[in-house]
């Protein structure tokens, strides 16, 4: 593995506590696929989807060892994940080596090479992967307690009928809850699978460290679930909120209508440019006609309110 120093694609090799070496390498060199299936014994299939760009979260078992393909967080300046920035992490491991390829470095593969470097961190292959797996999963729950924090927040705006401020953050949120769960879950039959599998760089210690991020994985699940089930009902209730807003709006605009209509038809009628209207002799016609008009309109008020339609 030595010369895979040059290679375009190296980015390093390090050497675990417990003898087995890392190689990491980046798919963005059109050698690396080439030195993986030559150089490292790479079955050709396997090699292939470890330089692939377009994959989803799976599992291949070749031989003594096995490829797991996760998505994993990549996080922005500020520290939020985004589903659509998911990236996947791509690792090989047997019994004396783990091979990653990567198309952007996501935190857990930082980490751990930051350990191993400090002779500390996975020992084994077997280590390493569920290391990793860990690490992955504890930044996944980050995210997911932010959404959980959002959504509370959402409820407080619709609380307080503040629509125009909960629903931007609404659709943001129900497009990361998806995003979501659309990229961790088909990670449950890829751990599901790691907790049966029987290959030598998996011990039972192994499986069940794997069972434990398995039951990790579904509680974030179900999280998520129940957060997507809450942003439905509480996008009906802001929907119930704003139609009853414009009910409201629509229902003291037909009011008022009502009560200017009798009003506009009399000083219509007044309007008229014709001799022998009422008061037009009238000193004081116009504070008469202005009355008139202020006690038609506080008796319509009144019937309104006798009714209560108002």
């Known amino acids: 593995m030595i010369e895979a120093e040059r290679t375009p694609g190296f980015l390093h090799l390090l050497q675990m506590t417990g003898g087995a070496s890392w190689l990491h390498m980046c798919i963005h060199h059109r050698e690396?696929?080439?030195?993986?299936?030559?150089a490292t014994g790479l079955d050709k299939l396997i090699a292939a989807a470890m330089v692939s760009e377009d994959t989803r979260s799976r599992l291949r078992v070749h031989g003594q060892g096995v490829m797991v393909l996760l998505k994993a967080m990549h996080l922005r300046a500020d520290g939020v994940g985004h589903p659509e920035?998911?990236?996947?992490?791509?690792?090989?491991?047997d019994e004396r080596r783990v091979i990653t390829t990567r198309e952007e470095d996501v935190d857990p593969i930082l980490e751990l090479a930051e350990d191993i470097s400090q002779g500390r961190g996975p020992a084994t292959p077997g280590d390493f992967l569920c290391d990793l797996i860990e690490e992955h999963l504890a930044e996944v729950s980050e995210q997911v307690e932010m959404l959980e924090d959002g959504v509370?927040?959402?409820?407080?705006?619709?609380?307080?009928?503040?629509?125009?401020?909960?629903?931007?953050?609404?659709?943001?949120?129900?497009?990361?809850?998806?995003g979501f769960l659309r990229h961790l879950g088909p990670q449950r039959a890829v751990l599901q699978t790691l907790t049966t599998l029987v290959v030598p760089p998996l011990n039972i210690n192994h499986r069940g460290r794997l069972e434990e991020h398995l039951n990790q994985l579904?509680?974030?699940?179900?999280?998520?679930?129940?957060?997507?089930d809450r942003i439905d009902i509480l996008s009906d209730q802001a929907n119930r909120i704003q139609e009853r807003q414009l009910n409201q709006s629509s229902y003291v605009f037909a009011v008022v209508s009502t009560i200017f209509l009798p009003l506009n038809f009399v000083t219509g009628l007044f309007g008229a440019n014709l001799l022998g209207l009422p008061f037009a002799d009238a000193t004081n016609g116009f504070w008469v006609l202005v009355g008139l008009c202020l006690l038609m309109s506080v008796g319509l008020v009144a019937v309104f309110r006798w009714f209560k339609w108002l």
């Open 32 to 38: 690396t696929e080439g030195f993986l299936s030559s």
């Open 218 to 228: 579904l509680r974030l699940l179900e999280t998520l679930e129940n957060l997507r």
């Open 85 to 93: 920035d998911m990236v996947s992490m791509r690792i090989w491991i």
């Open 152 to 178: 509370d927040l959402i409820g407080g705006l619709l609380v307080q009928h503040q629509t125009e401020a909960a629903c931007p953050s609404m659709a943001n949120t129900q497009t990361a809850i998806s």
